[in-house]
């Protein structure tokens, strides 16, 4: 149910620049997280692990699960269309506000130009790239980078609740790769 309120949240909250952290990360939980997490629950529990593994490793899932998020999100403003399969900036032209725009939004130089390009589904559209350059411009794509390790570090550290099981270093291996991928 929390997945479907995720995505349902974030096509009510298109070109809606009023915006902040708690509001994208919460989105962000339902949409993706949620979703990785109730999957490393559900292997944990077919695998008949303890009660304490199950926990370690659904933590692992969610916050592996927004690392991924903010990641991606990241990714539609840096990465190239080859790389990532699809066009660069195809958030912003669905007027979709994620963690780096939330952040030129607040901090930026230009926020007060940005706010007005951003609530209107016509400019985004047509000028998403010159509303990339002014997000990229910011230190939001750094701030993003960083909240994100965060979350990938805390997933991380779920794994230090397990003990030495099958699967453990190829779930540190996805971790890392997470929060550094570039695709």
């Not at 990532?84 to 607040?106: E, F, H, M, N, W």
């Amino acid at each position: 149910m929390g997945i479907c309120e995720g995505e349902i949240k974030q096509m009510q909250s298109c070109y809606n620049i009023n915006q902040g952290l708690k509001d994208y990360l919460r989105r962000i939980e339902r949409k993706t997280a949620l979703l990785i997490a109730v999957s490393c629950q559900l292997g944990a529990m077919i695998s008949n692990c303890t009660d304490a593994e199950i926990n370690a490793l659904k933590k692992y899932g969610y916050y592996l699960g927004m690392a991924f998020q903010i990641t991606d999100d990241i990714l539609d403003f840096v990465a190239s269309e080859e790389i990532l399969g699809k066009p660069v900036g195809s958030d912003i032209r669905q007027g979709v506000i994620t963690l780096p725009a939330i952040y030129a939004l607040k901090y930026g130089e230009r926020r007060h130009e940005l706010g007005p390009m951003l609530s209107s589904p016509a400019v985004c559209h047509n000028n998403a790239d010159d509303i990339i350059e002014m997000i990229t411009d910011t230190d939001g794509i750094d701030y993003a980078y960083y909240v994100s390790n965060r979350f990938a570090d805390k997933a991380v550290h779920q794994l230090d609740r397990l003990p030495d099981m099958a699967g453990k270093d190829s779930l540190l291996t996805i971790a890392e790769f997470i929060s550094g991928r570039k695709y």
